[in-house]
C-alpha cells in the first residue's frame, strides 16, 4: 500500500504562483510513476502532469505547459507541482496519484492522495 498527503493548496491571485507537495509512504513507493490531476466543480478529473521514477520522463497537459513543472525528490518520497503564472481556470483541488504505468488516464493510478483545494481569484 502506498499513502500520499499533498499540501500546499490556498488561495492566490491570477499571475501569482503556488507549489505543491506530495509525500508518500508506504514500503511499495519505489519505481512507482507520479502524476497531478485537478477536478474542478461539476467537471471530471483531467490530467495535470506526470514524472516517471527516475525523473527523466515528464508530461504535461497542453493548458499548464510552460506555467507547471513537476518534479521529484526520491529521498524523502516526495513529489511537487511548482504552478506559476497561476490563471482562474486552474482554480480546482488537486490530487496526486500513483501508477506502475506512466499514462494520463486517472483510471491506471492505484492511488490517491485526499486532494488541496487550489483557488485562484482573478
Known amino acids: 500500500q502506498v499513502q500520499l498527503v499533498e499540501s500546499g493548496g490556498g488561495l492566490v491571485q491570477a499571475g501569482d504562483s503556488l507549489r505543491l507537495s506530495c509525500t508518500a509512504s508506504?514500503?511499495?513507493?519505489?519505481?512507482?510513476?507520479m502524476g497531478w490531476f485537478r477536478q474542478a466543480p461539476g467537471k471530471e478529473r483531467e490530467f495535470v502532469a506526470l514524472i516517471s521514477w527516475s525523473g527523466g520522463i515528464t508530461y504535461y497537459a497542453d493548458s499548464v505547459k510552460g506555467r507547471f513543472t513537476i518534479s521529484r525528490d526520491n529521498a524523502v518520497n516526495t513529489v511537487f507541482l511548482q504552478m506559476n503564472s497561476l490563471k482562474p481556470e486552474d482554480t480546482a483541488v488537486y490530487y496526486c496519484a500513483a501508477s506502475t504505468r506512466i499514462s494520463r488516464t486517472p483510471v491506471q493510478y492505484d492511488y490517491w492522495g485526499q486532494g488541496t483545494q487550489v483557488t485562484v481569484s482573478s
Open positions: 508506504g514500503r511499495t513507493y519505489s519505481g512507482l510513476v
